[in-house]
């Protein structure tokens, strides 16, 4: 792949001069392209130049701006190989994690939004049910915030980064996007695809860097759209705070799973394999740990490790060529080994993988842990790897006791029949809960997702998923009135008296509901 973005100091998409980063194919170890690391001074020219396209944006319309994001739809599915070939080469994640994760989601949300945008952000009328108003016309609308600044990770290039940028374009606003140093590609190549698309020059860029690009991001816009861990998630919200400019966060998760006696065993097993292995265990949503009813212990344990044992793992290089990719940073790989060895140490036993992979790429044996406890890492602790531990429960009560010993709270699956797995759902806090199901539900534009507790503030999706990135106003608007109403200067005791009577009258109990 070619270097990206070296050349021009002052293109569109953001790519300016100075120092690079280097982006490697986590698989292979190969050097990829260099992208620049923008500084603080060159985010803040970015600024200036998205917030002056910003106004003709708008202007367009929603059917002119949903034209545009229809338009981008076409080239990411025409365009779908060379798509995929880069998010499979900056993230080291297999062919079918890029078509039918990456893909699908995108492909869903820009049908979504472009859409149902305008029914989102219409001017809704407000009766009035408040007697001191009757007769008044009101209206709540929204107008774009101005300035959207998305940080994104490195785990879902084009669904967690790109993502958000959609419904933030679809309101009106320009889009600057700062994705992770450790995957910049797609998110550039799409910048370059809404121009080619018909978006208007300077309303997306694309500012690639480090953490202080991402801090420089915060200072500058009008709205922050953070997804990440917890802990960088806590430094975006400090450093808004001195602006004040509003936040939301999407943050780590340690998503419980909980396997009831009367599940369907293969149907469970077959879920808990898949989504924590999925993307090599690094989503969000990933199925982070499993507690099963004594009953049927043994049997989905036998079942998860036989399936997890015939997992094929290494460079994907076409559909079905593997099926756990690569971790996507060193970094990342380190904190899985660490886990793993915790738990060994503490008396937990790796029935499969429990080491790195051979060969030169960023892998980790796809691990299944068995006699773990909350006394380690890997059950308390965000892995983000392809490991899958499952501990014995003696109860439903006590697989949802532990499934809420966390300090997160973004997901959770409960497999069972689905009276009881529904009602142990609503008590699982989290703020998605599958049954008999796990991590579809990202897929749901329509259906809010935000994480409790350390896991985020805010959420993404449905109708609060455009409205975010709005300012609300709130039109009050007198349409038959007095020359002075009755309650103005100066005040005059008759006309005093009968308004004081009149309240009490009107609210006095059992005469307003
Ligand atoms: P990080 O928090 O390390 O980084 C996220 C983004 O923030 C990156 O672009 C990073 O840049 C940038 N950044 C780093 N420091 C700062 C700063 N001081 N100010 C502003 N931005 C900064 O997360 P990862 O990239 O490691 O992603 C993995 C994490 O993301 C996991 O915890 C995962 O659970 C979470 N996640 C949450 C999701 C959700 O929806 N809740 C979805 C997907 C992932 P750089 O990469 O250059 O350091």
Redesign the pocket.
């Known amino acids: 792949m070619a270097s990206v973005g070296t050349t021009a100091a002052q293109s569109t998409n953001g790519r300016g001069s100075g120092a690079e980063i280097p982006v490697e194919n986590p698989a292979t170890g190969e050097v990829i392209a260099h992208v620049p690391d923008l500084h603080a001074d060159r985010v803040a020219e970015l600024a200036v130049l998205a917030r002056a396209a910003q106004p003709g944006w708008q202007a367009l319309g929603f059917d002119g701006r949903a034209r545009v994001l229809r338009n981008l739809r076409t080239w990411i599915m025409d365009h779908g190989d060379e798509v995929v070939e880069t998010l499979v080469a900056e993230t080291g994640k297999t062919y079918e994690d890029a078509n039918l994760i990456e893909l699908l989601y995108i492909g869903g949300a820009l049908t979504y939004w472009a859409k149902h945008a305008e029914r989102f952000l219409a001017d809704e009328r407000v009766g009035a049910r408040t007697l001191a108003v009757t007769g008044k016309k009101m209206i709540t609308r929204y107008e774009p915030v101005g300035l959207v600044g998305i940080?994104?990770?490195?785990?879902?290039p084009l669904v967690?980064s790109f993502g958000d940028a959609i419904p933030a374009l679809l309101a009106g606003n320009s889009v600057i996007l700062?994705?992770?140093?450790?995957t910049p590609l797609t998110s550039l190549l799409v910048a370059d695809a809404l121009v080619e698309c018909g978006l208007p020059a300077n309303v997306f860029a694309v500012a690639t860097?480090?953490?202080?690009?991402?801090?420089a991001?915060?200072d500058e816009a009008d709205y922050v759209m953070?997804?990440?861990?917890?802990?960088?998630?806590k430094?975006?919200l400090a450093?808004a705070a001195q602006t004040l400019t509003p936040v939301a966060l999407?943050?780590?998760?340690k998503d419980p799973m909980i396997v009831l006696a009367d599940a369907d065993l293969e149907r469970a097993a077959n879920a808990a394999v898949y989504y924590s292995m999925l993307n090599g265990g690094?989503?969000?949503?990933s199925v982070e740990r499993v507690y099963v009813e004594e009953p049927v212990y043994d049997d989905f344990v036998e079942r998860v490790v036989k399936k997890v044992g015939a997992i094929r793992q290494g460079p994907s290089t076409g559909p079905a060529t593997s099926e756990v990719g690569a971790m996507t940073?060193g970094a990342?790989l380190e904190i899985v080994e660490r886990h793993v060895a915790d738990a060994v140490a503490k008396g937990a036993h790796a029935r499969t993988g429990g080491k790195r992979g051979d060969g030169k790429g960023l892998f980790y044996e796809p691990t299944v842990l068995v006699d773990v406890d909350h006394s380690m890492q890997a059950m308390t602790e965000?892995t983000?790897g392809p490991t899958l531990p499952i501990m014995r429960v003696a109860d439903a009560e006590e697989a949802l006791r532990l499934a809420n010993d966390s300090p997160y709270g973004?997901a959770a699956s409960v497999y069972g029949g689905r009276e009881r797995a529904e009602q142990l759902a609503r008590r699982i806090e989290a703020g998605a809960v599958c049954v008999n199901d796990a991590l579809l539900n990202y897929l749901a534009v329509e259906l809010p997702?935000g994480?409790w507790k350390s896991?985020?503030l805010g959420s993404?999706h449905g109708a609060g998923g455009i409205r975010k990135y709005t300012k609300q106003q709130s039109l009050f608007i007198s349409r038959v009135h007095l020359k002075r109403e009755l309650f103005m200067f100066p005040y005059k005791a008759k006309s005093s008296k009968l308004l004081f009577k009149g309240v009490r009258a009107l609210y006095r109990r059992g005469k307003r509901g």
């Open positions: 940080i994104g990770p490195w785990n879902y967690n700062k994705p992770s140093e450790f860097g480090r953490g202080a690009t991402g801090a991001l915060v953070f997804t990440g861990s917890t802990a960088t998630g430094k975006v450093r999407e943050l780590g998760g690094q989503t969000c949503i940073t990342q965000e983000f973004l997702m994480g896991s985020g993404r």
